[in-house]
């Protein structure tokens, strides 16, 4: 027999055909395996879209708080540009008062030149006098009045040295204040525009996500679905042994459906969506809440968006823990023989029960073209029933073994 030319199965016209040419026998098993390639393409993509919607709500919750930074943002800007306001106005005041500071300051200083010559001139007539009696205390009044007046003037004039000093000291605070405000406010706004790009490009990030999600979801109900039950179809001819009605018009179906599968999986990779060249991806592992950039690994029984480490170390503990944990039908077998079971309470059997519920399990290898999903259905009342029963034999067990009926039962087997 020759080697075949594909070691794994494809959904591609080229493994159709390449499968045509073989015979019945390992045609049959190679639609096996392209059955169990379809279904764990279906498993993917079942992952995909619990991950899609735990994306999804991590990037509603980032949302909001890209609309309260936003807000917080702009009421802070607000604030800014009052204080700005105020600011402004206070240095337009400082200026104002300098400017009049220095319209006094010129008529001051004229006015203490004349005070400086006016006292000059009483002190040169209070010296030219002093050796007169007469008229030198007139001259000596004249010259501290000129003095009082002359300090006075120059006291004022250095009042408003100080003043304006002061003003000008206040001018520059404004100055560099208004400087880092306008700094401040850039930066503020910048931090607003960068907010504000984020937020779109989480929007269409999300609204990309939505799209393939429902493109996928279309090609698993128009697409997956129906090519698993024609070749659940065709692997149930082949158990049937009825391969010869298995005609070339079966096959030129199956040519059809792979065609469409393999051209609209394509589309779906380059078109819509692909985890793996995905971008922009960013996602917080509900662990370690680490904010990592590529797609997350879904726990399954949580729903959970988890990195790779924290998902490799849960799978090995919950490994761990199905190792350790004990069954109850091994703790049953591990208990020992303490009395005999009395004989007025039976065990249901499983058999019994098994062939009473055969009316509702449908047999997983008949001709039906059901699809996985609705034999899964149907088959929750019998699996329901078969865990009610294990339940109750493992009370069952437990009472006929438990210490305190032990003596009850040895005084009942003595009187007997």
């Known amino acids: 027999m020759a080697e075949p030319s594909y070691q794994f199965p494809q959904v591609t016209v ?15 098993e190679w639609i096996s395996k392209l059955r169990q390639v379809i279904h764990q393409q279906q498993k993917e993509l079942r992952v995909y879209f619990l991950t899609v919607d735990a994306l999804e709500e991590q990037y509603q919750q980032e949302r909001q708080s ?24 206070q240095h337009k005041h400082d200026g104002q008062l300098l400017d009049f500071l220095e319209q006094q300051l010129v008529y001051w200083r004229t006015h203490a030149t004349q005070r400086r010559d006016k006292k000059a001139k009483r002190e040169q007539q209070y010296h030219q006098a002093y ?58 706004v910048e931090r607003q525009q960068q907010l504000e790009v984020d937020k779109n490009d989480l929007q269409q ?20 679905q129906p090519y698993l039950g024609l070749l659940l179809h065709v692997d149930q001819e082949y158990n049937a042994n009825d391969s010869s009605s298995f005609s070339d018009d079966r096959w030129t179906r199956i040519r059809q459906s792979t065609m469409d599968y393999e051209q609209a999986q394509k589309h779906g990779l380059l078109q819509h969506w692909n985890p793996h060249r995905s971008r922009n991806i960013h996602f917080m592992c509900t ?31 919950r490994s ?8 109850p039908n091994s703790d049953i077998q591990s208990q020992p023989l303490s009395s005999p079971q009395p004989k007025s309470q039976k065990k249901p059997l499983l058999s019994t029960l098994s062939s009473s519920s055969s009316v509702f399990m449908p047999s997983l290898f008949t001709s039906t073209t059901k699809s996985a999903h609705i034999l899964m259905n149907d088959c929750k009342p019998f699996v329901k029933k078969m865990k009610s029963a294990l ?8 009472l006929a073994h438990h210490p305190l009926l032990v003596s009850r039962y040895l005084y009942r087997s003595l009187l007997s």
């Open 205 to 224: 990030l999300m609204v990309e996500m939505k799209q393939a999600q429902s493109f996928w979801c279309q090609f698993d109900i128009q697409h997956i």
């Open 391 to 398: 339940a109750l034999n493992y009370k069952l067990d437990l």
């Open 66 to 89: 890209y609309d309260q930074l936003s807000r917080r943002l702009k009421q802070e800007l607000s604030e800014h540009d009052a204080l700005a306001q105020e600011q402004e106005q």
């Open 320 to 327: 761990v823990k199905e190792a350790t944990t004990p069954t």
């Open 14 to 28: 080229k493994y159709i055909n390449w499968l045509i040419e073989q015979a019945p026998s390992e045609s049959q």
């Open 287 to 317: 662990q370690c809440h680490e904010i990592n950039n590529y797609w997350p690994s879904l726990e399954k029984q949580t729903t959970q968006l988890l990195c790779k480490p924290c998902y490799h170390y849960m799978n090995a503990q």
């Open 131 to 188: 050796f007169f009696p007469v008229v030198n205390s007139h001259y000596q009044k004249k010259y501290i009045e000129a003095r009082d007046k002359n300090n006075q003037v120059e006291q004022q004039v250095s009042d408003l040295h100080h003043a304006m000093d002061s003003v000008k000291i206040r001018l520059k605070q404004h100055r560099q204040a208004m400087a880092a405000g306008l700094k401040y406010r850039h930066a503020l």
